[in-house]
């Protein structure tokens, strides 16, 4: 009994060992093995990138009077809960293109944590290190029971710890660690911090604080710094001022007295450790003398277009432009876009011109203009903007704006100024092609606008452009809205086939609608509302309307006026086949005067968008002054 017991056991095992065994298909469990030169100790001399990387084993320590050189493109492992302390001198000169990294061994087997190792620790001798081009990651383990330089110290719980010392840290990356990112400690602690990201630490961003049993805390120099999403305050404790919004800086974006700044830097992929600046990081060209904040400089090629382009001259001899980011023109400044020249826009990124823009002959498009849903969000120049600028003879494809809701913007978006717009071309705009607000007065004229969303050209708060000479068809909304006390000089433009209203008046807006020709439009001519009351002659007026609203009441599709809105007509041809000719308070009130005529304009071949006037037309003789009205009736095409 007891032979065949061992036998059963003996084959048990035999079996066992088999159904265990590691195949040569199947890889061990468990993570994977830091690799690199192993180091721990005292170090000093030199650490070459040919050994590199290092896969550091235990504490780490540059002695009192020696000094360490660490060549640039190193990386330093921590294999552990280790930390590095330098007592003399650290010279980790990394390079713009080829960072020292100090990260954990998970971290370089990308499987980087908070806390996975413990600090750089720059004691009292330290004062003449330096970190430059550096990446500090995954370390400042939290950890209440090591403290520095003995029991009476502070807890080493920060990425980079500076007791009583005054290292130069500068374009360095300080991320993902789990507690401060750095830590000054003590009176004498002056280190001097610039240009450097500090991003999503599980602590402060920058922490100063007295050693203990002292009054006195830490007075570092803190100078063009981003700290963004560390997990309690980005400068915490820090010398006064610091972290306080009181300038801008030449991004237009919002600093402290020393160009620090709390914005998220736009990374292209953090978790997986590309710290790569995306083209609309706001550290590109925010750092001291335009440098890069971080320790990735992003370089902008030479016919990449980016925030402040004011001095530029765009010529075609450059194209394509690659639009990477918004553009903006600072007071004072002048953007010239030359004849021929071409703007791809990257992204759904715009113009904003506070200066002087000088634009002729140019083509606006996004990267993918064949697609019509890829749109580019258009320019916007505001009341600061120089009203001697100009947009001519341009082409723009599928705008978009970032004002998409009342007052809407548009493919060009005027604010309180008055400038030229002529000649250019709009195809595919989502929302307006022309956008005129807040007193706005420019000059559109002799643009072909095909295509567009909420209306052609939009004037609101008390605008009033000189609208002539424009084509206008093929769009959703309104071709010309005006709104809220807008009343521009509407003359000699053609506005057809649109699929809701040609001229809508609303909110005490009293335009002068001269000599246009306002046709095939599948709702209605022009729509007087909310006590508007302008003056309208020498148009034609045909054709609007479709067997849907033709039915409607309400609004008619000749010309209607309604809430207390009470229109001037003379000398106007308004036509329909069917439908109304004239609804609502105009109709109750007796109609227009006999100077309107009611008769088929007889355009050349109104469906293929000719509206010249045969040669029997009655509107050849119906204006005022004894010629014809409509689009043609007066002023060169």
């Given at each position: ?442 000059i559109i004229a002799d ?157 050349v071949n109104a469906t ?23 689009a043609y009736g007066q002023?060169?095409?």
């Amino acid at each position: 009994m007891k032979l065949r017991v061992i036998l059963w056991l003996a084959l048990s095992a035999l079996l066992l060992g088999y159904g265990c065994a590691t195949s040569d298909h199947q890889a061990p469990t468990g993570p994977a093995p830091v690799t690199g030169t192993p180091i721990s100790g005292a170090l000093s001399g030199v650490l070459s990138a040919a050994d590199s990387p290092y896969r550091v084993t235990g504490d780490l320590t540059v002695p009192a009077g020696e000094s360490l050189v660490i060549e640039h493109g190193v990386e330093l492992r921590f294999d552990g809960l280790y930390m590095f302390l330098v007592q003399g001198h650290l010279e980790a000169l990394g390079t713009a293109d080829d960072n020292i990294i100090f990260t954990s061994g998970q971290g370089s087997l990308g499987n980087g944590d908070f806390g996975q190792w413990r600090a750089l620790v720059f004691d009292t001798g330290a004062d003449t290190s330096i970190l430059q081009y550096c990446q500090v990651k995954f370390g400042a383990v939290w950890d209440s029971t090591v403290r520095y330089p003995d029991s009476t110290g502070l807890w080493v719980n920060g990425a980079i710890y500076c007791w009583n010392s005054s290292p130069i840290i500068r374009n360095c990356n300080i991320v993902m660690n789990g507690y401060h990112g750095i830590y000054c400690i003590g009176s004498q602690s002056k280190p001097y911090i610039l240009n450097n990201l500090i991003y999503e630490n599980d602590g402060d961003g920058i922490r100063c604080e007295p050693i203990p049993g002292q009054a006195v805390k830490a007075e570092p120099e803190i100078w063009y710094n981003d700290s963004k999403e560390n997990n309690a305050r980005q400068y915490a404790e820090a010398p006064d001022g610091i972290g306080e919004r009181t300038r801008i800086n030449d991004n237009g974006d919002s600093t402290d007295f020393q160009f620090n700044m709390s914005l998220d830097p736009l990374f292209e992929d953090f978790a997986m450790q590309d710290y790569r600046l995306h083209p609309c990081s706001p550290c590109i060209v925010a750092g001291l003398s335009g440098a890069t904040i971080g320790s990735i400089p992003y370089y902008v090629g030479a016919t990449e277009l980016r925030g402040d382009a004011g001095g530029r001259v765009i010529t075609a001899a450059g194209n394509p432009w690659t639009v990477s980011c918004d553009i903006f023109v600072n007071p004072g400044e002048t953007l010239t876009i030359e004849p021929g020249s071409r703007l791809l826009f990257e992204g759904i990124y715009g113009m904003h011109i506070s200066g002087k823009l000088e634009a002729e002959g140019a083509t606006f498009i996004p990267r993918d203009s064949a697609n019509a849903a890829i749109k580019w969000l258009g320019i916007l120049l505001d009341e600061n903007a120089d009203p001697n600028s100009y947009i001519r003879n341009c082409r723009f494809v599928n705008t978009s704006t970032t004002l998409n809701g009342e007052p809407y913007g548009g493919a060009i978006t005027v604010q309180g100024i008055s400038l030229d717009i002529s000649e250019n071309t709009f195809e595919g705009m989502q929302f307006a092609a022309v956008s005129c607000q807040y007193r706005a007065q420019p000059i559109i004229a002799d643009n072909v606008i095909n295509g567009y969303g909420t209306m052609a050209i939009n004037c609101f708060d008390n605008s009033h452009p000189s609208i002539h000479h424009n084509k206008i068809f093929n769009g959703l909304g309104y071709g010309i809205l005006c709104d809220f006390t807008s009343s521009p000089l509407i003359e000699a433009n053609l506005i057809y086939d649109n699929l809701h209203i040609g001229i809508k008046c609303e909110n005490q807006s009293s335009p002068i609608v001269q000599y246009n020709t306002i046709a095939l439009n599948a709702y209605a001519g022009i729509v007087c509302s909310l006590q508007s009351n302008p003056l309208i002659k020498n148009n034609i007026v045909a054709f609007n309307g479709s067997p849907v609203t033709w039915a409607d009441s309400a609004y008619g599709n000749g010309v209607t006026a309604q809430n207390s809105s009470f229109p001037q007509l003379a000398y106007n041809d308004v036509y329909q086949e069917q439908g109304a000719l004239y609804n609502g308070e105009m109709l109750s009130a007796g109609g227009p005067d006999s100077t309107n005529i009611s008769s088929d304009p007889l355009f050349v071949n109104a469906t293929a968008g000719n509206f010249h006037l045969q040669a029997n037309s009655p509107a050849l003789t119906a204006a005022e002054d004894g010629g014809q009205v409509g689009a043609y009736g007066q002023g060169e095409w």
